[in-house]
């Protein structure tokens, strides 16, 4: 069984449409997150959750928004897509010790994101 | 936010000679990891180090970890061709890092058969 899964793997999609990715996990973990990679393969992180806290980063356009229907799901819902959103997307979950420490992430296996 | 930093951004070798990738950091950390990626694949972890520990071994990998430099290795022993794939550390910095794991830009590792 798949721990993250995520879908579509693939997305091709004109500029100004709407999407969104969406994530499961089956591991009982209480955080999941967003991360964008770039074609220099350089990770970012986009979204923090758990069933307490999201943490946004700064930098992250507002036509991005996470949403979780429960805690073994978050999805990543775009707006109004522009060329640069152009990249790929993963999805990753992961048990957050008490005191905030980041233990290991699994990792869906990404959703390729082309705005055409 | 601060990131690590990799080196070297790229590596070829021959098939069954040991690999060394290193990376760099900037904050007091909680823990170091090492993943790998595959191309067209998502992330795997494949170790973890504490900041208390100095040395950690799983199968092939070899991990070491040197707080006062703020620098850590990962070690490759007896390379495979399967072994091909991008290596990434990630630093665990807790509260300075507002509880994100920070992110080097990758080595990319070739193993040539």
């Known amino acids: 069984d798949t721990a993250v899964s995520q879908t579509p793997k693939y997305l091709v999609t004109q500029m100004g449409n709407d999407k969104s990715i969406k994530c499961e996990q089956n591991?009982?973990?209480?955080?999941m997150y967003w991360y964008k990679q770039d074609s220099k393969k350089f990770l970012k992180i986009m979204f923090s959750y758990n069933n307490k806290e999201l943490i946004i980063n700064e930098t992250v356009p507002n036509r991005f928004s996470p949403k979780s229907p429960d805690k073994a799901h978050l999805n990543l819902h775009i707006n109004s897509l522009e060329l640069g959103d152009s990249a790929v997307y993963f999805c990753?979950?992961?048990?957050?010790?008490?005191?905030?420490?980041?233990?290991?992430?699994?990792f869906g296996s990404g959703t390729q994101l082309s705005v055409l | 936010s601060q990131q690590g930093e990799e080196d070297p951004q790229a590596l070829s070798i021959q098939e069954g000679e040991n690999a060394t990738m290193n990376c760099s950091y900037k904050t007091s950390i909680n823990n170091l990891q090492w993943y790998r990626q595959n191309s067209g694949r998502g992330l795997v972890h494949l170790i973890l180090?504490?900041?208390n520990e100095r040395e950690k071994h799983s199968g092939r990998l070899r991990v070491t970890l040197d707080t006062s430099k703020k620098s850590s290795s990962l070690l490759i022993t007896a390379s495979r061709a399967a072994d091909t794939a991008s290596y990434f550390c990630?630093?665990?910095?807790?509260?300075?890092?507002?509880?994100?794991?920070?992110w080097g830009a990758g080595t990319k590792l070739i193993i040539k058969p």
């Open positions: 591991l009982g973990h209480d955080t």
């Open positions: 990753a979950s992961s048990h957050l010790r008490q005191g905030g420490t980041n233990e290991k992430l699994f």
């Open positions: 180090i504490r900041s």
């Open positions: 990630a630093t665990d910095a807790g509260a300075d890092s507002n509880y994100q794991l920070i």
